[in-house]
Each structure stands twice: as C-alpha cells, then as structure tokens.
C-alpha cells in the first residue's frame, strides 16, 4: 500500500474494469494481490528499454565522435561503450527515476535524469582525479548529456502513449472518493476534464448513506458511510482509495483505514485542502509523530530567475536565426495577400502590471476593429475576449498562420528585450487585468510567456475559467523542468492545432 499526502496528486486525466487482479480486504483476506496492471509492466519496460537504449547512443555517439574508429588507444572506450548502459540504468535508479510517485505525471521525473547526469558526470570526473586515470572529457561530455536527453525524449514519448490511452478510457486506476459531497462532486469534475492523470472515480464513501445535492448530477455509485470504505474498494475492485479532507476522518481513523487497505496493495491518497500548490514548494515533516505539510513560497527571483532570464535570451536569439527563412517568407505572403503591414503590434500588460508593446504577424484584414461592432453578438468565448472560430475578419493567410501558431513567432523579438519569456502566463490586455479579481492578479507575478499551460492544454477551446487557473497553476509551480515540458508540449500542439483560431 502506498499512503500519499500530495496537493498534487489531482492537477494536471472512464476505464474499463481491471482484469485478472485479486483484491482482498481486511482480516478475513486470503488470496494475494494479483501485481501491477498489464498497461503499468509495459510501461517500465518501455522506459527501462529506451533507457538502456539511450546509453548505447550517448556511449555510441561519444566515441565515434572523439574517436572515430577503434584501436589499441581507444580499446577501453569499447569497454566504456558496452558499460555506459548498465551504469546509466544503475543511476537512474539510485536517483528514484523508476519509482511510480514520480512517473506518469508532473515534472519530477525529468528532474530525476537530470539529475542522474550531474551525479553520474561529478562521479567519473572525481574518480578519474582520484585515480589519475586519462579519461576523455569530450567523450564525458558527449555522452552522459545525450543520454540524458535520449531518456527524456523517450520517457516523454511514453508519457504521451499513455495520455492518449487515457483519453480511450484505457490505462485508468479506479478510485474510490471519501469526503463530503461536494468536495466529492468537486473533485469529479476536476480528474474527467484532465483524463490524463488516469483517475477514474468509480464510487464514493459520505458521511450520509446516500447523495442529497452536488452528486446526484453524475452517475457516481454511493457505497455507503465513512465506516464502509473498505468494502467498497472490494465491491468496486478499486486499486486507489482517496480521502478528501473533513473532520469526521481524523488522523486515529485514518491509520485504520490503512491497516484495512494495507494488504490488498491499494494506493491511499489523502487529498490536500491547497489547490494548484505542489512540487518543491511541499514537504511532509513529522511533529512529534504527527505529519505537518510545510509550504515554501513561491520563488520567483534570485538564481532562478536569473536562469530562466539566461534560457529565454538564448533560446529567442537561436530560434530567430533558425526561423528567419520561415518568418520573411510569412511576411512575404501577408503583403502580397492582403493590403496592410505584415506585423500587428497590440498593447499588453506585463510583469507587475507593466504596459508593453507586443509583436505578432497581422492575421486579420486592416479594419477588423471597425467591423468587431458587427459580429460582436456572435463571440463563443466566455470571458472578456472575443473569440469565433469562423471570424470572417481573418485572411485567408492568417487562417494557416493562426493553425500552425506562426503568427505567434514575431514575439521571440519581445522575450529578446526582455518584455516577455518563452513560457509563462498569456500575455493579457488592459481590458482583462481591469476585470481581475484580486487572486487573478497573481498571474502578473511572473512575465507573460510565448507558450505555456494554457497553450498546451486546448488553447481557444479553454473555457475562461480553466485558462486563469493554468496561468496560476503554473506561476505556483515554476521550475526550468516544466518550461522544457511545457515547450516539448508545444510543438506537438503546434503540429495538431486544435483550439487555433
């Protein structure tokens, strides 16, 4: 049994009944737990292959490009290559990078390999003084960071194999909800919008024997009382049982609780009252026997700030270089196209509420403003912006370049200067931090980014709500190992555009 008391474990993904597993319950069980799920064996051995995979490819590409061929000088990188493998596997799983709490989900597991890298390279480094051993800095070199990379690239694949599993209603745990109805009800909503987090809520436990408001909405089972939860995850083969805060289940009742579930191998979550808090920012210390879950706040300056600010500058300066063919070829068409510039410059509010002018490639014919007071009855958005997937105001260029995010590439110029970075916050107008509420003003703690949660989670198709809440979500919990998740969730956004208009 796995017990977990994570703000976490709900964020940022119905199922089909599990097969061929044995669940036994309390003091009468006899028959063991039937192991970990098909989809969960594949899953390991997906990433313990690409992970051996990803060594033979840092350790190939090394040597053949230090050495290039093999003789009696470079005999022992022969060995290093057939080695490297094993030892990086043997890294990764001292640093926890296998372990479930860490996979499927969040940042965490990517920050394991990095870490991995930077332990397995200060160890060969500080064995090879040691030893006074001639080892090759460029092979070291080469080799760990592109195995690391390797790792991360394919551990994402798998991530996003099993995402769209999920989204089949496949790869799912069954869960059983205990709290009060509406935290219950609460909760439902949250984990069928974000499939991928593979939580299918397939009963609930309440202080009542049966649902009096928010739950007779959904179609969730209500197997009983507080005092019931155990034969519930039995009549419901659940595998994860997870406890919502209320005062009824005291810390006395929730030790029962576990010794109940302890057998049957059943994941116990006790659900945080934060919201859109998590990461390294928590942390569970004892207290005298008792768990105390510490909050940090949240850290927006210093080293760390100035490490985004270094990523941001050289990543725009690098993809402008590498995009240039793409952005005058862009402009070329708006001008012969469409009568007007190619570039559209807009106000903006930025970090602390600063005004600032932002760039993109004009999509839209030159009246547009005038001819909004037209079509205004027809906005399908629900907030502040007008939003209309048919807007007879775009051109027929600027439909491809609002499909494939182009119109997007001017602002690289604005995370140059500084004004923005290359993932945050969407950029917002006047007009929308005028209608903030005092919690949406967070939002303006950190600079406005070119991508970001919101991009990656369905853009335009976002209701208004759910977008702010991923532009906290991710001012909470800023870290370089998801803006690198964020941007390799980009490009497969860009590539299949849903919710671009």
């Not at 005092?227 to 083969?237: G, L, P, Q, S, T």
């Not at 930025?350 to 909004?372: N, V, Y």
């Not at 970075?421 to 509420?437: C, D, F, M, N, T």
Request: aromatic share 8%; net charge positive; with cysteine.
């Amino acid at each position: 049994m796995t017990v977990v008391a994570d703000s976490t474990a709900f964020e940022g993904l119905h199922d089909s009944p599990a097969r061929g597993r044995v669940y036994s319950i309390g003091p009468q069980a006899t028959r063991p737990y039937g192991g970990p799920p098909a989809w969960q064996r594949k899953y390991f051995a997906g990433i313990i292959g690409s992970d051996i995979a990803a060594g033979i490819i840092g350790a190939a590409l090394a040597f053949f490009a230090r050495f290039g061929q093999v003789n009696d000088g470079t005999r022992v990188y022969v060995l290093a290559l057939i080695a490297l493998p094993a030892v990086w596997l043997a890294v990764l799983g001292l640093s926890r990078a296998f372990e479930k709490r860490y996979l499927f989900v969040g940042t965490e597991e990517y920050q394991r390999i990095v870490h991995a890298a930077v332990a397995l390279t200060a160890a060969v480094a500080m064995v090879s003084y040691g030893l006074e051993l001639p080892t090759s800095r460029v092979f070291v070199l080469i080799a760990i960071p592109t195995a690391a990379t390797c790792s991360i690239v394919a551990r994402f694949g798998w991530r996003k194999w099993l995402h769209h599993m999920r989204r089949d209603g496949r790869c799912m745990k069954r869960v059983v909800l205990v709290g009060h109805e509406s935290s219950v009800a609460a909760l439902i909503v949250q984990l069928r919008r974000e499939h991928y987090h593979g939580l299918n809520v397939v009963a609930a436990c309440l202080p009542t024997e049966k649902p009096q408001g928010a739950l007779l909405d959904f179609d969730t089972r209500v197997r009983g009382s507080f005092d019931r939860i155990a034969e519930a995850v039995a009549a419901e083969r659940a595998d994860t049982v997870i406890v919502l805060g209320c005062p009824e289940i005291d810390g006395q009742a929730l030790r029962r609780l576990a010794w109940k579930l302890e057998r049957s191998e059943v994941d116990l979550i006790v659900a945080s009252a934060l919201v859109d808090v998590a990461g390294d920012r928590t942390t569970v210390r004892p207290v005298d026997g008792l768990p105390m879950l510490h909050l940090d706040h949240a850290r927006l300056t210093g080293v760390r700030r100035l490490a985004k600010e270094a990523v941001d500058r050289v990543g725009a300066a690098l993809l402008l270089l590498a995009l240039a063919p793409l952005l005058l070829s862009a402009a070329f068409l708006i001008r012969c196209t469409s009568p007007g510039p190619a570039l559209f410059k807009q106000e903006r509010i930025g970090k602390d509420g600063q005004p600032f002018t932002i760039w993109k490639f004009r999509t839209m014919h030159t009246d547009a403003e005038r001819r909004l007071a037209e079509i205004v009855h027809l906005n399908e958005g629900d907030g502040v912006l007008f939003k209309m997937k048919d807007d007879p105001r775009i051109t027929t260029v600027g439909k491809y370049l609002r499909r494939f995010s182009i119109d997007e590439f001017p602002q690289l110029v604005n995370v140059l200067r500084g004004d923005m970075s290359l993932v945050g916050p969407r950029p917002p107008l006047a007009i929308e931090v005028a209608a903030y509420e005092s919690d949406m003003r967070r939002r303006l703690a950190v600079k406005p980014g070119m991508t970001g949660l919101w991009q990656v989670s369905g853009r335009s198709d976002l209701p208004w709500e759910e977008a702010v809440r991923l532009d906290l979500r991710y001012v909470e919990h800023w870290n370089l190992s998801l803006d690198f998740v964020i941007l390799l969730r980009t490009v497969t956004a860009i590539l299949r555009p849903q919710g671009a208009y």
